[in-house]
């Protein structure tokens, strides 16, 4: 009986364990986008080691190749001396990497938008959508993140 018990507790600590472990994706995109819109429907922004690009597009069904979002890179953000963009990046809990959703609520599905986040580490390429308020239980921000670092993005693009 108590190796059962041990057996079983071990579970919930290694979710909790992968929880709380946050790495950094070799590359994320984020961005908010709207599917019934005239004018700008979504702005993606790709962020890997050496550039930022930003994209923003009137056909967000559009930008999907084989079910991949395809960022054609309308302004990018290289600047010099700046070593690495890790800060612009979303820390991405271990645990969404195992998630099986691709989406968390209902994203636009009332005409309100939704956020899109990607990101790949080791090769491995996830991709979320997802409804302000409907966030995963174990990345609560992730919605304020993705408006914070399109936030500190647009501010350098002003520059």
Request: net charge negative.
């Amino acid at each position: 009986m108590k190796k059962l018990l041990g057996k079983l507790l071990i579970i919930p600590v290694f979710i909790v364990g992968l929880s709380l472990i946050e790495v950094t994706p070799n590359k994320t995109t984020f961005g908010f986008f709207a599917g019934m819109c005239d004018g700008n429907c979504a702005t993606m922004y790709e962020v890997s080691d050496k550039t930022i690009l930003v994209d923003t597009t009137s056909f967000w069904d559009f930008r999907f190749k084989d079910e991949k979002l395809e960022i054609l890179g309308q302004k990018i953000i290289n600047q010099e001396g700046i070593k690495d963009y890790d800060f612009y990046k979303l820390r991405v809990p271990l645990i969404m990497i195992l998630d099986p959703r691709s989406g968390f609520g209902c994203p636009d599905c009332y005409d309100q938008g939704g956020y899109f986040f990607e990101f790949e580490i080791l090769g491995i390429k996830r991709q979320f959508q997802i409804d302000k308020g409907e966030e995963p239980i174990y990345y609560q921000n992730i919605t304020d993140d993705i408006r914070h670092n399109i936030k500190i993005i647009n501010e350098q693009l002003i520059k």
